[in-house]
């Protein structure tokens, strides 16, 4: 069956944010981009405390929500994400994530096209606090922390940008942004790690499209899936491309 994701009105809380998965220990949703994960300095809304305020107002709790922030997304970034009702679960799933039996897969549209089809990308990073950038460094650089990912380029490329879909084997900041624009291939409207190909104001073109894990109590397995929206540059593919790659998760 075709992939498909028609939330209806009933399926996106009082929040307007689209749940993908509940019950009485997770919360899956589609992350809008733009939203920060978690809060910062910035003040701006953040996932992490709109959702509680979703859950607090939709079960009528009293007192403070618990909700569990298992992993997070960059701020440009949307998708799938999941979220953990209880302290049990978001301990079982951060074991998850530890042990790797946690699957991220992204899909990206990048500048030009991997001379691979198909490969692993291993790399040291090293995170400047100071301006919140990563870059790869040389093997033996104090700091530096392993990023492992696996890529694969859907379909053919289009007016020279590359549909690539990445499943994360580790989970470093800004780690799909900047090992691609390592391979040679910048993110579509990444500013920091592709500004002389991107213009001011182009939206980042990476996407959270699957997150698979164990379920934390009944031990069996959830799959959340999320498509990109259906504007440019994902439009630049058929939504059959996208359906076809969901159906591999």
Known sequence: MPFQEDLSSDQRGNSGIPILYEDNHLLGIVKPVNMLSQEDASGDPDLLTVL?????????????????????????????????????????????????????????VAHGVPTRSTGRLEDLLLKDERTNTVKVVPRGTPGGKQAILDYRVLG???????????????GRSHQIRVQLSHLGCPLYGDQKYG????????????????????????????SLLSLPPQEHPWSSWPRTLYEQAMRSF
């Not at 991107?198 to 959830?222: D, M, R």
């Open 195 to 222: 500004a002389k190909l991107n213009k001011p104001g182009q939206q980042i073109a990476l996407w959270s499209a699957h997150v698979g894990f164990p379920h934390p109590v009944t031990k069996e397995h959830v």
């Open 52 to 108: 509680k305020a979703d859950l607090k107002e939709r079960y009528q709790k009293p007192g403070n929500v618990y909700l569990g922030l298992v992993h997070r997304l960059d701020r440009p970034v949307g998708g799938a994400m999941i979220f953990a009702k209880t302290s049990k679960a978001a301990s079982r799933l951060s074991e998850a994530v530890r042990s790797r039996s946690f699957s991220k897969v992204y899909l990206a």
């Open 156 to 170: 053919a490329p289009v007016n020279g940008l590359s549909l690539i879909q990445v499943e994360l084997l580790t």
